[in-house]
Nanobody, 119 residues
């Protein structure tokens, strides 16, 4: 059974911080690279951070130095710590494998968690 459950979103003021969590089913996360993606209104979904099973990380230029991805394999959980948030970080944030897990031929996504950066 595929499971991706994101949480932690909300309203944040510019310059603020927020931490996101994602609990994934064991069949997905174990030994698998994971990523945080986001989709802003009217834009395509984009990968913002990724982490290998061994802990190596990579970031989109737009979030480099501000976001930190981490994982706890024992808890089947991936985290995204977001600092110095900007209004352009406003989006629905999703976690998934990298590349995204596929179910019956389609990319599977959880419900995501909304992050709104506004004063």
């Amino acid at each position: 059974q595929v499971q991706l459950v994101e949480s932690g979103g909300g309203l944040v003021q510019p310059g603020g911080s927020r931490g996101l969590s994602c609990v994934a089913s064991v069949s997905i996360i174990r030994f698998t690279p994971m990523g945080w993606y986001r989709q802003a209104p009217g834009k395509e979904r984009e990968l913002v951070a990724s982490i290998t099973s061994g802990g190596s990380t990579n970031y989109a230029d737009s979030v480099k130095g501000r976001f930190t991805i981490s994982r706890d394999n024992a808890k089947n959980t991936v985290y995204l710590q977001m600092n110095s948030l900007k209004p352009e970080d406003t989006a629905v944030y999703y976690c998934n494998t990298r590349p995204p897990v596929r179910v019956r031929g389609y990319d599977y996504w959880g419900q995501g968690t909304q992050v709104t950066v506004s004063s």
